[in-house]
């Protein structure tokens, strides 16, 4: 499988705006970027006990001017709305050292922006110097590709990922650390390595499985990895050979999860049609007779979407407790169509047309 010159399901090096270039237009379901925040340091940082900080002082941050970083953000975010699906997703992180100039100009390359995120860390990096509040959080923007874009997101599922309640924009997860922080020679291998749950959590609610997710600075790998681990595909961009190299085993050490566990079984399940809806589109027809599954119960449809029961009406739930002497029902269980000499029970028309709505 390729994307342009690229096969997907690996991590490619080079410039990431020189590879995004060769991409097709509209071939990403979803963008997660974490570029060079530019955080502008000049002295190196030591602890109270005057251990040097391992700070973020690779060169690959450093920029000689705003302009100059932000003639190097419109460059990819140009690339990246070029390749971004119209109903896809873009993520990008940051701090506040870089997040509000990549949101502006993340508007003005014409995406929406839908939400913004606040990573929340529970063990953030003390300020050793005492000269401003500990910086215990990061900031992802989510964007689309325009105003009208029909974006996937799985809200359902993310509520009950959240214990039935309704996810924020506060995110609180703990920094990289134990067996998941990659390490080379004893010391972190990767100075901005981002923590699975957060990826985790971005790809849940905004793609599908087999969409494929795109990073143009795929660094310690974190994107990939969890992209193959819930099923989709993925294609990376690094610039430095060594991230690569690092990613690429972590991916090797890394499985799918069986297909069956990727289902978004609760937002299908919830999604509501009401039976007017079916009506309305002329899957089942006014006039035509629903009946219970045993034959001995049978009702007409109105146009309203009524139904006409020995002289009473009401909604397909009121009429099927009528018709069951109970005092509550559920009509999408009890009543069925005949069509070709079967009987489909009335539920697994609704399905049909989720199914049909969500393709």
């Not at 060079?36 to 941050?61: C, F, I, M, T």
């Not at 990061?138 to 599922?157: D, G, M, N, Q, V």
């Amino acid at each position: 499988m390729k994307a342009g010159p690229y096969e997907v399901n690996k991590i490619h090096c080079g410039d990431c705006i020189t590879m995004l270039g060769r991409l097709p237009a509209d071939s990403a379901d979803l963008i997660f970027a974490d570029p060079p925040y530019n955080l502008q340091l000049e002295d190196d940082l030591y602890r109270p006990d005057h251990s040097k900080v391992n700070a973020v002082n690779d060169g690959w941050d450093k920029f000689d001017s705003f302009g100059d970083y932000d003639e190097f953000t419109a460059a990819w975010l140009r690339e990246c709305h070029r390749v971004l699906k119209p109903a896809g997703s873009i993520w990008v992180i940051g701090t506040y050292h870089n997040i509000f100039r990549v949101g502006t100009i993340l508007q003005d390359t014409g995406f929406w922006i839908l939400n913004d995120i606040a990573w929340i860390k529970t063990n953030p990096m003390p300020n050793f110097r005492g000269t401003r509040f500990t910086n215990a959080h990061e900031t992802l923007i989510w964007a689309i590709k325009s105003k009208s874009s029909r974006y996937t997101f799985h809200y359902r599922s993310m509520k009950t990922y959240n214990d039935d309640l309704q996810m924020r924009s506060d995110w609180v997860i703990p920094v990289c650390r134990g067996p998941e922080r990659v390490k080379d020679e004893g010391q972190r291998a990767h100075s901005t390595q981002k923590p699975e749950e957060l990826l985790y959590r971005i790809i849940i609610a905004t793609s599908d499985p087999g969409g494929l997710v795109l990073d143009p600075f795929t660094g310690s790998g974190t994107s990939a990895v969890v992209a193959k681990r819930l099923g989709r595909n993925f294609l990376g961009f690094e610039l430095n050979a060594s991230y690569v190299t690092m990613a690429s085993k972590r991916l090797e050490q890394t499985t799918t999860l069986d297909k069956k566990l990727l289902e978004y079984r609760d937002d299908r399940v919830r999604t509501r049609v009401p039976f007017g809806t079916l009506v309305g589109n002329g899957i089942i027809s006014p006039g035509e007779y629903l009946w219970s599954q045993d034959g001995k119960n049978n009702a007409e449809v109105q146009a309203d979407a009524s139904l006409l029961w020995r002289g009473k009406t009401g909604s397909v739930h009121s009429i099927a407790a009528l018709a069951s002497g109970q005092a509550r029902a559920n009509g999408w269980t009890f009543w069925y169509v005949r069509r070709n000499q079967r009987m489909i029970c009335i539920d697994e028309l609704r399905k049909k047309y989720i199914k049909s709505c969500l393709a």
